[in-house]
Structures are given as C-alpha cells and as structure tokens.
C-alpha cells in the first residue's frame, strides 16, 4: 500500500528501505516476557550490528539506523505500553520518509504459533493482537508486514493475557532466548538478501 495519500506520510527525515519495529511493553515489569520478544529480537540485531538504540521522544520510540545491503534500514522499539504501540508509527514513518506499508516489518509474539516456530508474510488478520490493533488503527491499514514468533497457547483461554506477560524460567526460558535469536536471524537475512529470502527461510521453521 502506498502512503503518497497519507497525512502520516509527509515527509521529512532521511528515506529508509525499511523500518522494522520490535513489539514489546517497556520497564524492567515486563522483562523477559512472552510478549516483549519482537522487541527483544529488534534489540539483539541492532546489537549484532553495532548499532545503539536512542530514544526519540517525538518518535515515542528506541531508533537505530543501520546500513545495508537493502540500504538505509530504521530498527525501532516502541516506548508505549503495547496496546498504544501504534502512537508511533506514524511519526516513525515521517522520519524515516516510509513510502509503502510493504516496506514496513512489525515484529511479535504470537499466541496461534507454537514455541520454535516463525512466520513472516504481508497483510492479513490482527488475531487479536493488541498491538497489531493499535497500529492497524492508526495506519487505517493492515497491509504492514510482519514477523510473528510463536510463544504459544495457555491451557485455558482466558489465562491469555497472564501467559504473555510472565516471564517463563529453566528449559521454557532457554527456549524462548533461542526463539529470539531466530527471529533476529530472519531480520538479518531480510537485511543482507531481502525479504523473499527472509520469508522463505523463516516459514520452514
């Protein structure tokens, strides 16, 4: 989708190929959640690639800049809550002058996945999602792409929301580190060969 017609595309930063956006709920609270993995695993590219997050407080957001085979590419972590995590896409994308939601990656944590599993794709549904809301809300669209990791299911529906948020410990723990370091493989595949190769490799998993 092109924003050429959105007020949130005006522009009036450097352009970025891509602005990648790790989902997560900030303060020390929420740590090492199930629901903070998307920013995590934005968090461990920006350090693999030697770059430094720095908070943008008109951007709402912890931004690095990297450079690529793809070009210029924004990495970004939210600092709102994640059911406001769209108050930040669109200053982020007027800085990063985005021009396409196709070039726009949010990376999540996902309940219909199981643990150990990856999948990245452009579009479709928000599966209740609180985060994916918020910014398809504030976008007026939902043709973003996406990057989502799968924590899993609880046993009982409504101990939803306590599953995400807990921090898991022992072999569950091991295991959702390992799934973070995945998905930051995908981002950086995505970085150096595109997102076809991205995608490919993230959906065999």
């Given at each position: 989708?092109s924003l050429r017609r959105s007020s949130a595309?005006?522009?009036?930063?450097?352009?970025?190929?891509?602005?990648?956006?790790?989902?997560?709920?900030?303060?020390?609270?929420?740590?090492?959640?199930?629901?903070?993995?998307?920013?995590?695993?934005?968090?461990?590219?920006?350090?693999?690639?030697?770059?430094?997050?720095?908070?943008?407080?008109?951007?709402?957001?912890?931004?690095?800049?990297?450079?690529?085979?793809?070009?210029?590419?924004?990495?970004?972590?939210?600092?709102?809550?994640?059911?406001?995590?769209?108050?930040?896409?669109?200053?982020?994308?007027?800085?990063?002058?985005?021009?396409?939601?196709?070039?726009?990656?949010?990376?999540?944590?996902?309940?219909?996945?199981?643990?150990?599993?990856?999948?990245?794709?452009?579009?479709?549904?928000?599966?209740?999602?609180?985060?994916?809301?918020?910014?398809?809300?504030?976008?007026?669209?939902?043709?973003?792409?996406?990057?989502?990791?799968?924590?899993?299911?609880?046993?009982?529906?409504?101990?939803?929301?306590?599953?995400?948020?807990?921090?898991?410990?022992?072999?569950?723990?091991?295991?959702?580190?390992?799934?973070?370091?995945?998905?930051?493989?995908?981002?950086?595949?995505?970085?150096?060969?595109?997102f076809d190769e991205a995608q490919r490799r993230?959906?065999?998993?």
């Open positions: 989708m595309a005006t522009r009036h930063g450097s352009t970025s190929s891509w602005l990648i956006v790790g989902l997560a709920n900030p303060g020390d609270e929420y740590a090492g959640s199930r629901h903070n993995v998307g920013g995590d695993a934005v968090r461990v590219v920006v350090q693999r690639r030697s770059g430094r997050l720095t908070l943008e407080r008109r951007q709402r957001a912890l931004t690095a800049t990297v450079d690529t085979t793809q070009g210029i590419v924004t990495l970004a972590v939210p600092t709102t809550f994640m059911n406001e995590s769209g108050a930040a896409l669109p200053p982020l994308i007027r800085r990063t002058s985005l021009g396409d939601l196709s070039r726009l990656l949010v990376v999540h944590d996902e309940l219909d996945l199981e643990p150990g599993r990856l999948q990245m794709k452009c579009g479709g549904g928000l599966a209740g999602h609180n985060g994916l809301r918020s910014i398809a809300q504030a976008l007026n669209s939902q043709d973003f792409c996406r990057l989502r990791i799968g924590v899993g299911k609880p046993v009982r529906k409504e101990q939803g929301a306590d599953h995400v948020l807990r921090r898991p410990t022992g072999a569950r723990r091991a295991a959702l580190e390992a799934d973070v370091e995945r998905a930051a493989d995908a981002i950086e595949v995505l970085l150096d060969e595109g993230a959906n065999r998993s």
